[in-house]
């Protein structure tokens, strides 16, 4: 069964890191966002890869190519973004003669037994609740758990059970034919094409989808959740030790776990955690910073950090004061 990931989006939520870096690429409780989808997918079993690239395509797939060198991988490249349906028809060279396939969006964290649904006798898709259905795909399903509906980003939402950008295709010919329905009638959706909309064709026409709900989902767009994601999961990691995991000995720093930090950091003089984390070859000096992702090279002189999120190559330092307070005085520097 091939894999179809769709990496080709530019990231409009997470402005300005998405200008040169992938959101992929994030760094998330200690690795970036598309390593907890792809092991997690190999571990069910899954190496054969299809990617479809677009923005900042090509440092996906160096970063793909170096650090899974042993995955049998294609990479597409969707020149025009113009969805998800659009995306999945870019690589259709590389899946019409698929008897199955699986689809996981490049920017989604989840937490689910992916063998209930490779093991599936129907088409399935992963699903989870929330609390505001607006800004995502949602399905409509009975209580067999048969999918009856599916909408993208409805205006007034009959289901609050979102669709988590987890598919699992046995019709892969029918799959092709829905989208060349949309993209023939220029039948789109907020502005494109959407897979969502070519999943309904298909149950329009017959096809069987079962609705599977995952244990966790993060949906990794925008800063909040980003930061969300990476509190818990360096939550989840730590719980997994007796003892909080080994890290250098760098000058005069405390770390408050949990605190994933990259290979060849130098930081010294400074108060790191509780729930951060920093990329390789970051430079951190006299500086205070939690609830925190920082990027790959970044470079922070006495800084006060919480719920941040610092970029590649980014260099901040902060500001030396000499105040002299006098009494019953109140100063907000936040």
């Known amino acids: 069964m091939k894999v179809i990931i769709p990496v080709a989006g530019a990231g409009m939520r997470l402005r300005p890191h998405t200008y040169t870096q992938p959101k992929p690429l994030m760094p998330v409780a200690g690795k970036p966002i598309i390593c907890f989808i792809v092991d997690k997918l190999r571990e069910a079993g899954l190496n054969d890869f ?3 690239l677009g923005y900042l395509g090509e440092k996906i797939r160096h970063f793909i190519e170096e650090t899974y060198p042993d995955l049998k991988v294609e990479f597409v ?4 973004r113009e969805g998800s349906a659009h995306a999945i028809a870019t690589a259709r060279e590389t899946i019409e003669d698929e008897d199955e396939i699986f689809i996981a969006f490049g920017d989604t964290i989840f937490e689910m037994d992916l063998r209930q649904m490779l093991d599936c006798p129907h088409s399935c898709l ?3 609740k929330v609390a505001d259905p607006r800004d995502f795909g949602v399905a409509e399903f009975g209580e067999d758990g048969r999918v009856l509906r ?38 789109r959706t907020v502005g494109e094409f959407q897979l969502t909309d070519a999943l309904q064709y298909m149950t329009e026409q017959g096809v069987y989808f079962q609705a599977l709900t995952v244990n966790n989902w993060f949906d990794c767009g925008r800063k909040e959740v980003l930061l969300e994601t990476n509190a818990v999961l360096l939550d989840q990691r730590d719980r997994k030790f007796t003892t909080p995991p080994i890290l250098p000995d760098f000058d005069n720093t405390i770390f408050i776990h949990p605190v994933a930090v990259g290979d060849n950091c130098q930081i010294s003089n400074s108060i790191i955690g509780p729930h951060v984390t920093i990329g390789d070859n970051a430079s951190i000096q006299r500086s205070i910073i939690q609830d925190s992702i920082v990027g790959n090279f970044a470079a922070l002189e006495e800084v006060v950090l919480k719920h941040s999120v610092i970029g590649s190559d980014a260099s901040i330092r902060g500001m030396n004061l000499s105040l002299n307070i006098g009494d019953n005085t109140e100063i907000d520097f936040d």
Not at 77 to 80: D, G, I, L, N
């Open 126 to 128: 992963g699903v989870k």
């Open 50 to 52: 299809v990617f479809v």
């Open 150 to 187: 599916m909408v993208e980003k409805p205006r007034i939402p009959k289901s609050n059970m979102a669709l988590v950008g987890l598919y699992k295709v046995k019709e892969v010919p029918a799959l092709l034919r829905a989208i060349d329905y949309l993209i023939l009638h220029d039948m």
């Open 77 to 80: 490249y969707q020149e025009h």
